[in-house]
């Protein structure tokens, strides 16, 4: 339930607080004095965009809040729980704030909450029916919505609506392995003659680097034996050799010690480099005589070090990652091997999903079926007490049609529903859009409303002007209606009619008035004399004649309960 309302800077208003109580609370004022402002501001707690334009002259900031008691709505509470917020005592404070630069901020309780958030948790507590909403009647979409709401049936539309884009995402999945296939099967033979040529190769990681060498070192043979030759004459003990020169300065240097003992250290050197050079020629020896020149070795190793390089332009620039590649490709291929696997684990997936979905939805259907039965004739009845005695009203569930004519299943189920009337005897039911005229959709809304009223948990129910173009007996009629509803619900109506307002049990009276050079709005409870004026001014736009307050006079005498 709505306990209070508070606006600050908005329209009209500059400052305002608005304290609503139980049952049926009516709004009443003269045309332009802004009672569809206080809807206006409801409707931003109810999570509509906010609009700068509404912001007051003057100020940059627009500022309303309510609060409400939750006493008893399961969903609401479910709602601040997933959110974790806290109610205190049954109570909850919603906050908004709309700034000229276009950034705003909103607060349930003390907690920070998106505009997304504040319209889910706003559906929890109340319901705003406004004049846009008879465009609504005139959507399928809103039919389905409207009748699975009555039947409860929402939670289960919502689960085949998962399940649905579910099956929907696997489906296309696999029609993109089909479309697929061919660029596989090309990739498929591409990566195996990769794996099947670089296994041939047999290559080795550091194999590139000796090959290299071993082609500098054949392909300049002569070179290098001449440079051996010339290298071992030098330091070997041939005459004019390294070796012969320095036996011949080891005698020398004997001499010079066996009679100064002050080289003898420079001696040792000596004799090390003589033993030192000695093993260098030996080595130099045997390299020499292990020296071959073969041209069919040069051959096989220019051949091998082609094969590397033409790999290399291919799969990697070096051995490694040629490997490295090798590696990855034969786990593409693996992968590969297992599409058909995967394409047929998917296509029984689906199989199974449609079963899924099929039986979801044709639970969901005979289920809808059932409601829309009970759903036609509360609206009926409904609409019968409203004035509409011979009209017929349907809740029509049909077969869904695809575009080959046939049934088929679509995201919401099996069905398309509508509502359906005939205003006049002897019409055929036809849709809303065709045949109702706005007093008439007022009441198919007012009556669709009531019926859903019973099976929510919603406390709160704004009315903005729902009387829109009736009058007479239809208007007692609405009257009536809406305070039955007002039993069980908290009502908030913004009316021009004085058969509507006679039966408020608060009455709230809007007016527009000049405070220094500026207009603003104003409230009051109007309550005994007061209201005696406001619904005499709705009967005959006078207060004080004694004709209109005797008619305001019976109406409140005869409505109050």
């Given amino acids: 339930?709505?306990?209070?309302?508070?606006?600050?800077?908005?329209?009209?208003?500059?400052?305002?607080?608005?304290?609503?109580?139980?049952?049926?609370?009516?709004?009443?004022?003269?045309?332009?004095?802004?009672?569809?402002?206080?809807?206006?501001?409801?409707?931003?707690?109810?999570?509509?965009?906010?609009?700068?334009?509404?912001?007051?002259?003057?100020?940059?900031e627009a500022r309303v809040a309510a609060t409400f008691s939750i006493e008893g709505n399961a969903d609401a509470n479910d709602w601040l729980s997933s959110h974790g917020i806290d109610a205190e005592d049954d109570t909850v404070i919603v906050r908004r704030t709309v700034k000229a630069s276009g950034r705003g901020a909103i607060y349930v309780q003390s907690t920070p909450v998106t505009r997304k958030d504040l319209a889910e948790f706003a559906t929890c507590i109340f319901d705003i029916h406004g004049q846009h909403e008879h465009q609504s009647l005139l959507s399928e979409e809103s039919h389905r919505r409207m009748l699975d709401r009555f039947a409860g049936l929402e939670s289960d539309a919502a689960r085949l609506h998962d399940a649905f884009t579910e099956l929907t995402?696997?489906?296309?999945?696999?029609?993109?392995?089909?479309?697929?296939?061919?660029?596989?099967?090309?990739?498929?033979?591409?990566?195996?003659?990769?794996?099947?040529?670089?296994?041939?190769a047999s290559l080795t990681a550091d194999e590139e680097d000796a090959l290299e060498n071993e082609r500098r070192v054949l392909s300049q043979h002569e070179r290098l034996f001449s440079a051996l030759d010339e290298l071992y004459d030098s330091i070997s003990e041939n005459r004019g050799g390294a070796l012969t020169q320095i036996r011949s300065a080891r005698a020398a240097m004997d001499t010079v010690v066996g009679i100064d003992d002050g080289l003898r250290d420079t001696a040792r050197r000596l004799e090390d480099l003589f033993f030192e050079l000695e093993d260098v020629s030996e080595v130099v020896r045997d390299y020499r005589g292990g020296v071959l020149f073969s041209p069919d070795r040069l051959e096989q190793v220019e051949t091998r070090l082609a094969l590397i390089h033409r790999l290399e332009k291919k799969y990697g620039s070096s051995i490694p990652e040629i490997l490295a590649y090798y590696e990855e490709a034969k786990a593409q291929l693996e992968g590969f091997e297992t599409w058909e696997e995967d394409k047929e684990r998917l296509r029984a997936d689906i199989k199974t999903r449609e079963r899924d979905v099929l039986a979801l939805a044709n639970d969901l259907s005979a289920r809808r079926k059932g409601a829309a039965g009970t759903l036609s004739q509360r609206v009926l009845s409904s609409l019968h007490q409203l004035g509409m005695e011979k009209s017929r009203f349907e809740v029509s569930v049909d077969a869904r049609r695809g575009e080959n004519g046939r049934p088929s299943c679509g995201p919401h189920g099996l069905d398309t529903i509508s509502f359906v009337i005939s205003p006049n005897p002897g019409e055929p039911l036809k849709p809303l859009s065709d045949v109702a005229s706005g007093g008439e959709l007022s009441r198919v809304m007012l009556a669709l409303k009531r019926a859903l009223a019973e099976n929510d948990q919603v406390a709160c129910m704004v009315f903005d002007e729902i009387d829109s173009g009736i009058g007479g007996e239809v208007a007692v009629s609405v009257g009536e209606h809406l305070y039955e509803l007002s039993r069980s619900k908290q009502v908030l109506c913004i009316?021009?009619?004085?058969?509507?307002?006679?039966?408020?049990?608060?009455?709230?009276?809007?007016?527009?008035?000049?405070?220094?050079?500026?207009?603003?709005?104003?409230?009051?409870?109007?309550e005994a004399d007061?209201?005696?004026?406001?619904?005499?001014?709705?009967?005959?736009?006078?207060?004080?004649?004694?004709?209109?307050?005797?008619?305001?006079?019976?109406?409140?005498?005869?409505?109050?309960?």
């Fill in 530 to 561: 007061s209201r005696v004026d406001e619904i005499a001014r709705m009967l005959a736009g006078d207060r004080t004649g004694s004709a209109s307050r005797n008619h305001a006079l019976n109406l409140l005498e005869k409505y109050r309960r």
């Fill in 169 to 200: 995402a696997l489906k296309k999945r696999f029609e993109t392995m089909e479309a697929n296939e061919r660029r596989r099967a090309r990739e498929m033979d591409i990566l195996q003659f990769a794996v099947e040529e670089i296994a041939d």
């Fill in 1 to 60: 339930m709505l306990e209070e309302l508070s606006i600050q800077n908005y329209a009209l208003i500059d400052r305002l607080t608005v304290r609503f109580t139980p049952g049926m609370n009516v709004l009443t004022g003269e045309t332009g004095a802004g009672k569809s402002i206080l809807v206006g501001s409801l409707s931003l707690l109810h999570g509509a965009r906010g609009d700068t334009g509404a912001i007051r002259t003057g100020t940059e």
């Fill in 495 to 526: 009316t021009h009619l004085a058969s509507i307002a006679a039966r408020a049990d608060t009455h709230i009276v809007v007016q527009k008035v000049v405070r220094g050079d500026r207009t603003v709005t104003q409230i009051a409870t109007a």
